[in-house]
């Protein structure tokens, strides 16, 4: 029997442990909400790192005392612009060059041919970086709402920056909220206790704010890149895996109190049960996720290290925090059903007898995974439906431009919209002129199907010519976000590529997606054969077996397929979606395999332990039957904390949250509760292989009959 000096220390360690946390929290606290203020949500935070579009931007600095991006100003009225539509279209013009940011002169309007529209190209100083967002925004106001059915829109690339700015500084609030209103609504729902669900969601918000504050030193130092879209990952990425940590130490200390009088006991046999679980989960994922650091595009690369700092930060909390809470509780945690005691074995588990077996033993499902494939005519997104999801009013002024300046209805010319850059190496001729050779290889652009011509960005001015090189633009033919100009893109680079010395790159908006497209793959390509290596490891050491990691990986791997299908079904008939984000695929890869395997490992460290003592095929179902409701109570609270990422306006996120959901439900659901059992019990012991536990578990399962 426990001492009073025994259980006072205990206390006395738990408080401590408690009253540090609490101090961390409050320094920690205020910096969850400051993560705005050390993020980067520019152009260059999403471009690929080592790009021939990169080059081309980085080289067309040059030819201009300042980088400008533009803002598209569109006015349009239906039934045709009139000459007051015209006079006040100049007069705002005029207003715009007196805005702060905007590099004047500003160009004349822009007639489209159907005599219906207006468009000014309003340039702004590229240096202003975040401040463009203030820019725009003076713009719209200048140019008024719309009046007398002239409509007024304000998009292109500026006014596309300034939208995703404003979303990613409007992710903390409400994410924030949403997240903790879901996490609240499942532990009430799980564990039907009015004093229970407070533990796991102050560790889980203490995790979110040792993550805000780790991530803000580390971005502030610049060790690491903070986004807008990581930093909305890491919110419900550590609420999520936060609570499932918490969820599977809370099911095995109340299972432990079933065994022992001390609560202090009983959780240190809890945390010694489950914390190589959680660890081999939790370094799973962090290690699956500094993979992304082989992405060569910088927003990936800017995702892994600070999501792997946010489930590091969660380890430590659930691993040191929580427990103390949970002793400082007692069993009055549990409370209505805690002070009942329900003798030596848990509930869940007393339908097993000493040898092991169930007293009416089920026969094990076996399960054929199906999948299909998004199909291959689901085509990308244009850039504006692939950051915004809905139609809102100044996504719909892009929508507008779009329509008009391309597809069904062409009336503005393409190169207004999004032109492409075209620099080479200048000829021999007088300085600030191209010679021979540069003008071979203008001529070299021209017969280029899907460009309409090669000149320097004023037309009628000669070419300028800095350190050798000459910037000319061509005109695509076809809408600057349609598969037509990326193969345009494509050709105009193998044509200049192939001039002898010219050592010229093709950039541009255009440009840009099919650099972001080619990298995509050869992340794809890289990426996950890394991350399926590191999972195979971690779980050949956490399970000190060969073949059941290449079971686990298998099952979760066709898990991940059978997503894919049914998230294609959902995006394209339930959501309406044009097609899927060019990062979509990866990003569901790393965390559905990252964090599906967790189950996985929850439920075979599980049935590892108990096949010591009862056999393999006994352990498969003991296993089963002792976490089989927690892990379905873990991943439907992770798929409903990803759900959170739909009140984004943001594609990628939404269909990330979606497909984490609808992945972790099937997982759960089906592949956990169902395949790896069945494929476990029907292997039996040589599901150990090569260690010794096999031999061991078949004596034990003998000596059990």
């Known amino acids: 029997m426990a001492t009073g000096r025994g259980r006072g220390t205990a206390t006395l360690i738990a408080a401590l442990v408690v009253v540090a946390w609490l101090v961390v929290g409050a320094v920690a606290g205020p910096y969850s909400g400051r993560l705005g203020e050390v993020a980067t ?6 471009l690929p790192a080592d790009a021939e579009a990169t080059r081309a931007q980085d080289l067309a600095a040059d030819f201009a005392d300042r980088r400008i991006t533009p803002a598209l100003v569109v006015y349009e009225r239906a039934t045709g612009i009139t000459e007051a539509d015209g006079r006040r279209v100049a007069a705002d013009a005029a207003r715009f060059a007196g805005v702060r940011g905007v590099v004047p002169p500003i160009p004349p309007p ?34 008024g709402a719309d009046s007398g059915g002239l409509a007024v829109h304000v998009t292109g690339p500026a006014g596309l920056l300034a939208d995703l700015i404003e979303v990613f500084r409007a992710i903390d609030g409400p994410l924030l909220l949403v997240t903790l209103l879901v996490v609240l609504v499942i532990l009430l729902v799980v564990y039907r206790s009015p004093v229970l669900w407070i533990f796991p969601l102050l560790a889980a918000g203490m995790s979110y704010a040792l993550a805000a ?59 010694k049960g489950a914390a190589p679980a959680i660890i081999g989960s939790g370094g799973t994922v962090i290690v699956s996720l500094l993979c992304l650091l082989l992405s060569s595009l910088n927003s990936n690369r800017a995702l892994g290290p600070v999501a792997a700092v946010g489930i590091a930060a969660t ?9 103390a809470l949970l002793l400082l509780g007692g069993r009055w945690a549990f409370w209505p059903a805690g002070r009942r005691r329900t003798g030596p074995t848990p509930r869940r588990a007393r339908d097993l007898d000493p040898g092991g077996r169930l007293r009416r033993p089920p026969r094990p499902a076996g399960l054929a995974g199906h999948r299909r494939r998004a199909g291959r005519a689901h085509r990308r997104p244009d850039p504006v439906a692939r950051h915004h999801p809905r139609p809102e009013r100044r996504v719909h002024h892009a929508h507008r431009l779009r329509r008009r300046a391309g597809g069904d209805l062409p009336a503005l010319p393409g190169r207004h919209g999004q032109p492409g ?115 195979a490891v971690v ?32 995006f394209r008939y339930a959501l309406d979606y044009p097609g899927v984000d060019q990062s979509f695929p990866l990003f569901a890869f790393v965390f559905l395999v990252a964090l599906g395997i967790d189950y996985n490992i929850f439920l075979m460290s599980r049935v590892r332990e108990e096949s010591v003592r009862r056999g393999t095929r006994p352990g498969v179902l003991a296993g089963l039957a002792l976490t089989g409701g927690v892990i379905t109570s873990a991943g439907i609270v992770l798929a409903a904390t990803f759900s959170a990422l739909a009140v984004l306006p943001l594609v990628v996120l939404v269909e990330l949250g979606v497909a984490v959901a609808v992945g972790v439900l099937l997982d759960t659901v089906v592949v956990r509760s169902l395949l790896v059992p069945a494929l476990s019990y029907d292997i039996g012991p040589p599901v150990w292989w090569p260690s010794r536990l096999g031999r061991t578990a078949r004596r034990v399962a003998r000596h059990a009959r």
């Not at 380890?315 to 427990?323: A, E, I, N, R, S």
């Not at 390509?525 to 290596?533: E, H, K, M, T």
């Open 315 to 323: 380890l430590l909390v659930m691993l040191t925090f929580l427990p």
């Open 539 to 570: 779980l050949a050491l956490l399970l000190r077996a060969l073949l059941a990691p290449v079971l686990l990986i298998a099952t979760v791997v066709l898990s991940f397929l059978a997503t894919l299908g049914l998230c294609g079904l959902i």
């Open 421 to 535: 850059h075209h620099l080479r190496q200048a000829g021999d001729g007088p300085a600030g002129r191209p010679g021979r050779r540069g003008g071979a290889r203008v001529t070299s652009v021209r017969p280029v199907t899907g460009s309409g011509s090669a000149a320097p960005p004023e037309a009628n001015a000669p070419p300028v010519v800095v350190d050798g090189r000459v910037q000319l633009e061509a005109t695509l033919t076809d809408r600057p976000d349609s598969p037509g100009a990326e193969r345009t893109v494509r050709r105009l680079r193998e044509a200049v590529h192939r001039v002898p010395g010219a050592d010229a790159v093709v950039g541009g908006f255009t440009a840009v997606n099919v650099d972001t497209a080619d990298a995509s793959a050869r992340d794809r390509n890289v990426i996950i054969p890394a991350v399926l290596a590191v999972i």
């Open 110 to 143: 822009i007639p489209s041919r159907d005599g219906q529209a207006l468009q000014v190209v309003v340039p702004i100083d590229d240096a202003e970086g975040e401040r463009i967002g203030r820019v725009v925004d003076d713009l719209r106001t200048v140019a």
């Open 213 to 271: 504050l780790l991530v803000y030193v580390l971005a502030d130092a610049d060790l690491v890149t903070l986004n807008g879209q990581a930093q909305g990952i890491l919110t419900v990425l550590v609420f999520g895996a936060g609570t499932d940590y918490a969820l599977l130490l809370i099911a095995r200390h109340r299972e432990e109190l079933h065994r022992h009088r001390r609560p202090w006991d009983a959780m240190r046999a809890a945390w």
């Open 41 to 46: 949500n520019d152009n260059a935070a999403f």
